[in-house]
Each structure stands twice: as structure tokens, then as C-alpha cells.
């Protein structure tokens, strides 16, 4: 089974059609449906209609209800105020349409595919070679993960791009330094860890940096060593691959700590782009969307000045003839959607940097690489910010290191797992794997709940809490269900459309009709807050759900069934909900 219509969809029909029935020049119009606390539903848009046919929208309201036809779907309709129309579903069609999406096979929960499906090329995830990961490196890979998990579960083909930062000046330096000392990267035990790998990096970049500042001989050499960098001199080459390779035992053991995959063809640093760097500049200058500038070839914007009131032009190759970061990111988008034929272009790339994608997006469309048909956006981030309101930084005011940021989430979470393990009968080693998923999910959660482009304080004790708006919160919504399955004995979960349905069982069952439309609506803006919070909603629901309406001590078998039903599709629902945002949900807690 590919998609279940929604309820939601279902009643946006019938509605259409009445009024089409009713208004024939409203063939076309839109009932403007929204769920309501009046009744399940609201319709809105028969008031702009009468407005428009200069009729009474009360008697229009009534016409159309005369003619809706209501079958199993609709309990009751209502003209209501001055032509609003609240409607109510039945209780026989929840329960069906929940059953649907309960036996859907493939685990899909009867989510469509996005009707346009295309390729995008995201850009997520981008650490530096040869430099530790810090708090900064947090939100575009947790952000760009999520999206790229809801993405694909669309339908949408995407391509993951890990845009490292491995070329550059202080390349000569580093290679320089590693020829005069040759056995600084060497393993005598073999297979190294990421801290380990990590620790000769830094030993040997501070080692480098303190020569090239104290010794001028030294820095000559170095800046000889970046064009031999540049010029491809095979020695340099080969050197420079092994700070490449060294930092990326590292940079995958961060990931994998972070709970996420990074494939090794997928990173294609600044250095994939060399090739293209000088045909892109000719490209540029030949068609004069970029013009030399004091021997610097730029690209300027009517709208992009500096606080003197003069220009600030893209600068795409220095006057002293290098490459600027413009040159590398055009090159990339040439790539991106001739060599990958991408529809869209996504950036998760820190707010910081709008003005650079701003000008480099317009430059792309100046030359025909962007239009209307292949688009880019960056998805910008704010800020993670300490408790105190302020960037978030050690007590000596130094950044904080990423993995240490994930070991304490692990260790708090840990400790709030531990303090259950007892009563639910974990072992050592459940305490552990589950204290991971607590303290990752802490993380990650605390971040894609929030919309992407706000800062947000990053505060431990509120992001392992069980109470609130936290993963916790939905890994034990999500547990609590599995212990009431494992103790249903010989009842099974089974849909009884025939049941009336209480009061919190209508407000769980429409709550989850509407997962599908919702993850359209998050893959279409790229926006997985409104997933987060469409889960943390699911949670509440379920919890009233607990307080009202007792699951394996209901009043019938059927009704036992019915419910054991209902909470199996919301484990599910949170499960794949979860999933999508990179979030693990253990059996137990």
C-alpha cells in the first residue's frame, strides 16, 4: 500500500464538491479546513465565497450542507456564526482509516510519496581538516541529517555533500613542518582511534604554528610549500592526503559518536573543486557578470554596500591570483547541476554566512545555472548558546569541543537511565547503549526542535529531563507503550471500527491521520521543528490518553484490542518519527 488519504484530505472533498454543487462558479474553491476545538474540524472559506457571489454566507453555508454527502465519513455538520461550518467524523471512520494505516506493509504508515519528487544536493556537515569539531560544528550536521532522512522517505533522490574545509595556506605550513619531522602522523600500534588521531594532529599543528612564527626561514619555506600545493607537486600531494585521511578517522568517529552516517563519497572538500576554479573565472569574465576590480576579478551587487556607501563585490580570484572561497562554491554549483543534474541546492550552513550565499546564489543565476526550474537555498542556523544567553564556551572562555559536549549528554543520560534500570530489569550493558541513545537524542532533539535560523541555549539538565518538551519525554512515551504490549499476554492489537470512541481516543486517532501531511509539509520547507513538535504532541495525546482510558483493563475484549491498536500505531508513528530526526527509541528505559 503506497499512501492512505487522510481524513483530513477526505472531508476537503466532500466539502469541495458541495460546494461546487452549491456555487458552480466555485468550482475551484478552497473550503479552508482547519482542525478546531469546536468540533474536529472548521471550514472557513464559504464567507470570502458569498462575498465574492454577493450572497448571505449563512444560507450559502446551509445550501452547501444540504447537499454534502456525508456516507460513513461525516457524524455531523453545522452552519455555525455567520457561515462557518464545524464538522464531526465519525468514530467508525477514525478507527478504519487508523486500520489502514496500521496494515500498510512496507512501514511507510500510509505516507504518500511528494508528488514532484526531484534531486537535491545537500551541503551538511562540514568540519575542517586537521582541526578539532567544536559546539559550532553541532547544528549542520544534526539539521542537515534530519533533512536528509526526511528527504528520502518523501520520494525526493538526494545527494549528501560534505563540503570539508581541506585546502588552503595553512596546508604548506603543515606539510612543511610533517617533511622536516617525517615520523609526527606515524602509527607504531596500528589502527588509531579519532582522539588519538585527533591528538597528533593538534600536537603537530601547534608544533608547526609556533615554528612558523618564530622562524622566518621556516615560514618561507611554508608559503613555498602552498604552491607546490597548488601547482599538484606529487610529493606535497601525497603529504597533504595524509592530514586529509588522519582527520577523517577522526571526523567519522565524532560522527558515528553523534549516531550518523557519513560516506567517504560523499565528502567532496574545497580541493574537489581545483579543476574547475579556472574555467569558472573564465566563464564568469567572458560574460561579464564578473569584471576586474584593482586586478581582482568580482562580481557586484546594487544592493550589497559596505557602511562607506561603496560596494562590496564577490570576490572570485585575488589580484595576487588565488582563488577565493566564491570561486570554490561557483565551481561547486557548476558540479552540483550539470554533473549531478540537482533540481535543489541546499546549504545547512551557519546565518553567519547569508551575505556570502546571498551574493554567490544571484551570481549562479546571472549566469544561468540557477533559474526557475534549479533552485538554491541555504538553510541558515543561529547560534548554541550557553545557559547564560551567550555563545556557548568553556568556563577558560575557549570553544567547546564537540566530543566532550556528547560524552556529558552520555554520562547525564546515563544517569537518569540508571536511576530507572532497577524497576525495569536493565543489565550493565542496556544501561550503557540506552544512556547513548538518551544522551544523543537529548542532543539532537534539543536542537531540531527549535526552528533552524533562532539560537537556542544548550542546557543539559532541561535536555535529559522526563518531563517537557524533550526526547526523553517521547523515547519513554515510546517505551511505556512496548512494556504495555509485552504485558497484553494472549490480547493482540486489533482495529474494532464498530466501538464508540471516548473522548482522548478521538483526539490520539485524528492526531495521528495527520503524520503523512505533516511530513510533506516538513519536506517541503525542510523545517523537521514541525516534526519535532508534531511528535512532542503525539506524546501529550498519548498521555491523556493513559489518564482517561485504561488499555488492558478496559470494559471488553474488543475494546482491550481496539486500544492495544491504537497504541501500537503511536509507537510506530513516534518510532518512525524519531528515525527521521535521527533519534533512536529503545524497548526499555
Known sequence: MASVQSLTASVHQRLANALSAALPEAADADPLLRRSDRADYQANGILALAKKAKANPRELATQVVARIESGDLLADVEVSGPGFLNVTITDKA?????????????????????????????????????????????????????????????????????????????????????????????????????????????????????????DEEFKTRARRRVVDLQAGDAETLALWQKFVDESKIYFYSVFDKLDMEIRDPDVVGESGYNDMLDETCRLLEESGVAVDSEGALCVFFDDV??????????IVRKSDGGYGYAATDLSAIRDRVFGLKADTLLYVVDARQSLHFKMVFETARRMGWLNDEVTAEQLAFGTVLGKDGKPFKTREGETVRLVDLLDEAIDRATAVVREKAEKVGLTEEEIAENGRYVGIGAVKYADLSTSAVRDYKFDLDQMVSLNGDT?????????????????????????????ELAPAERALGLHLDQFGELLLE????????KLAAYLYQLASHLTTFYDQCPVLKAETPEQVENRL????????????????????TPERL
Open 94 to 214: 477514525i478507527t478504519e482509516n487508523l486500520a489502514a494505516r496500521y496494515a500498510d506493509a512496507d512501514g511507510r504508515l500510509g505516507v504518500p510519496y511528494a508528488e514532484h519528487a526531484g534531486t537535491t544536493v545537500i551541503d551538511y556537515a562540514q568540519p575542517n581538516v586537521a582541526k578539532e569539531m567544536h559546539v559550532g560544528h553541532l547544528r549542520s550536521a544534526v539539521i542537515g541529517d534530519a533533512v536528509v532522512q526526511i528527504l528520502e522517505f518523501v520520494g525526493e533522490t538526494v545527494v549528501r555533500r560534505h563540503h570539508i574545509g581541506d585546502w588552503g595556506t595553512q596546508f604548506g605550513m603543515l606539510i612543511q613542518y610533517l617533511i622536516e619531522h617525517p615520523h609526527e602522523l606515524d602509527h607504531e600500534g596500528g589502527e588509531v582511534s579519532g582522539e588519538e588521531a585527533m591528538s597528533n594532529l593538534n600536537r603537530l599543528y601547534k608544533a608547526s604554528r609556533a615554528l612558523f612564527d618564530s
Open 565 to 584: 491498536f491504537l497504541v501500537d500505531l503511536t509507537a510506530r508513528t513516534l518510532q518512525k518519527g524519531m528515525a527521521l530526526l535521527g533519534i533512536r
Open 522 to 529: 516538513v519536506a517541503r520547507g525542510h523545517e523537521p521543528h
Open 471 to 499: 526526547s526523553v519525554y517521547l523515547q519513554y512515551a515510546y517505551a511505556r507503550i512496548q512494556s504495555i504490549l509485552r504485558k497484553a499476554g494472549e490480547a493482540r492489537p486489533a482495529a474494532h471500527p464498530e466501538l
Open 305 to 314: 554596500k559596505g557602511p562607506d556607501g561603496n560596494p562590496v563585490p564577490l
